[in-house]
Antibody, heavy 116, light 111 residues
Framework: QLQLRESSPGLVKPSETLSLTCTVSGDSISSSGFYWGWIRQPPGKGLEWIGSISYSGTTYYNPSLKSRVTISVDTSKNDFSLKLRSVTAADTAVYYC????????WGQGTLVSVSS | NFMLTQPHSVSESPGKTVTISCTRSSGSIASNYVQWYQQRPGSSPTSVIYEDNQRPSGVPDRFSGSIDSSSNSASLTISGLKTEDEADYYCQSYDNSNLWVFGGGTKLTVL
């Protein structure tokens, strides 16, 4: 059974880099043919796709965040990571990782707050 | 890239039928599959419709999806409403520029 679990930095200071890792069990990132993505949801607001990485390592980013985002994969650990640079309070959100092609299968999500 | 526009909220009584729309701003709604997700408070989204009109295993047949090229929109219809259907619903599709897009979400109230 597929499970995705986000790491939890909890609190990040303004201007610093938010780093999250999604650990995957029940599937192999390198061989399944799916995309592995990050989505966020600010408190009380809707879902925003941040970016995704293919099984071959090709990355795709939301144009509105592209200049600050890097997504990478570690096939030896069967996990993938998100780095969001120069964060502000507007980046406070629940961050979800997901496996997807057209349809998304979601992790449980983790709340990241940006505050000094 | 395009936007997906949903009504902010809808409400209906138990036992009735409700339809939530999702309008694509540019490009054909039929050119890429539409998915629908249900999100209850404090929980992750879960899929209720994928590939326009397919139901994942375990989703009751009270949930159905469709697309309408004339209005360039997709719809999620829930019949026989139950109080447990009260949640936020999001549509989602794909742009051929390798972008995945979510609608703004619709709050369904069953009262």
């Amino acid at each position: 059974q597929l499970q995705l679990r986000e790491s939890s930095p909890g609190l990040v200071k303004p201007s610093e880099t938010l780093s999250l890792t999604c650990t995957v069990s029940g599937d192999s990132i390198s061989s399944s043919g799916f995309y592995w993505g990050w989505i966020r949801q600010p408190p009380g607001k809707g879902l925003e796709w941040i970016g995704s990485i293919s099984y071959s390592g090709t990355t795709y980013y939301n144009p509105s965040l592209k200049s600050r985002v890097t997504i990478s994969v570690d096939t030896s650990k069967n996990d993938f990571s998100l780095k969001l640079r120069s964060v502000t309070a507007a980046d406070t959100a629940v961050y979800y990782c997901a496996r997807h092609y057209d349809n998304f299968h979601w992790g449980q999500g983790t709340l990241v707050s940006v505050s000094s | 890239n395009f936007m997906l526009t949903q009504p902010h909220s809808v409400s209906e009584s138990p036992g009735k039928t409700v339809t939530i729309s999702c309008t694509r701003s540019s490009g054909s709604i039929a050119s890429n599959y539409v998915q629908w997700y249900q999100q209850r408070p404090g929980s992750s989204p879960t899929s209720v419709i994928y590939e326009d009109n397919q139901r994942p295993s375990g989703v009751p047949d009270r949930f159905s999806g469709s697309i309408d090229s004339s209005s360039n929109s997709a719809s999620l219809t829930i019949s026989g409403l139950k109080t447990e259907d009260e949640a936020d619903y999001y549509c989602q599709s794909y742009d051929n520029s390798n972008l995945w897009v979510f609608g703004g979400g619709t709050k369904l109230t069953v009262l």
